[in-house]
């Protein structure tokens, strides 16, 4: 196959996997707890990382070389601890928000990041970029007052949906420009950072689930088990994939691409969404589609 062809291939993949991720972890995922759905995943990075250090003998003998726990800590710890909140955040907000308008207020992790990126990095964002930037808190606010506006009427807590996803957008913005840094700045090979990331991110996600109540009241053993079949595997599966076809899209075809998968894996999302309900989304996530979705290509491009 030319190369060309599985490089698109895998920008299809992508965008079927960001549209499809959220339906899949409502559908399949949700009777798992959330701490052992997310600690799952994470350590299914550090799996698949530890097999390509160990199969690479150039990774290998870096990664034996150069690690440092003191280092280690400092470039992955604390993403890894911010991250383990956002994951944790995400998996409530899809729970209780509708998948598209999750999709629609997750992208809005662009406006957090170019902040991120001034504060932390000195990145500075050109005129298309500011109006772009706009252009995406506009769509948040208005599908965030919708939800909140549907969340009470239906008895709903604020603190249930709309929140935690905007919450998680922020986050992931936030350990997402600490990422950079590590990659960029202090020079990380992304394979053996991907793998320290898990791990801390895994080590993590107890204390964070003790804290937030989710695993006060059982045994470790039923913590871990509890839910489990082979369809709750599946959102691990494709999250894991997903993590990969990102990566292998971004050093192919750069962030535009990886901008236009997102906003056609939004697009997905709600059809699929549709025909399975058989309801379609609310007017204003079809309001905020075409909004988000231009936003985000307009910042790419400027």
Known sequence: MPCGVRSYGCALLL?????????????FGSRVASHTL?????????I??????ISSPELRHRFFSEFSLRESL???????????IHVILTRRAILNLGPTAFQVLNQ???????????????????????IALGILFLSALILA??????AMTAGVSLFSGVLPAAMAALLSAFAGT?????????????????????????LSILPVAYMTGGARATSMATMLTSGWDLKAVIPVLTNLLGGVLSGVVTKM???????KAAVAGMVLCAMVETLLSGELPTLRVWVTLPLVASGMILHEWA
């Open 253 to 259: 075809h750069g962030a535009t691409a990886k901008a």
């Open 145 to 150: 007052v919708g939800e909140a506006e549907a």
């Open 15 to 27: 965008s079927a996997q960001y549209g499809m991720q959220p339906i899949l972890t409502r559908r």
């Open 178 to 202: 600490l990422c950079e840094v590590a990659l960029k700045k202090r020079g990380k090979n992304v394979l053996t950072y991907s793998a320290e990331l898990g791990a801390f991110t895994a």
């Open 74 to 84: 400092k470039t992955a710890g604390m993403p890894a601890a911010v991250y383990a």
């Open 38 to 46: 997310i600690l799952a995943a994470e350590l299914s990075k550090v």
């Open 48 to 53: 698949t990382g530890l097999v390509s250090i």
């Open 108 to 130: 809005t992790k662009l406006l957090w990041t170019a902040m991120f990126s001034y504060l932390i990095l000195g990145k500075k964002q050109t005129f298309h970029q500011m």
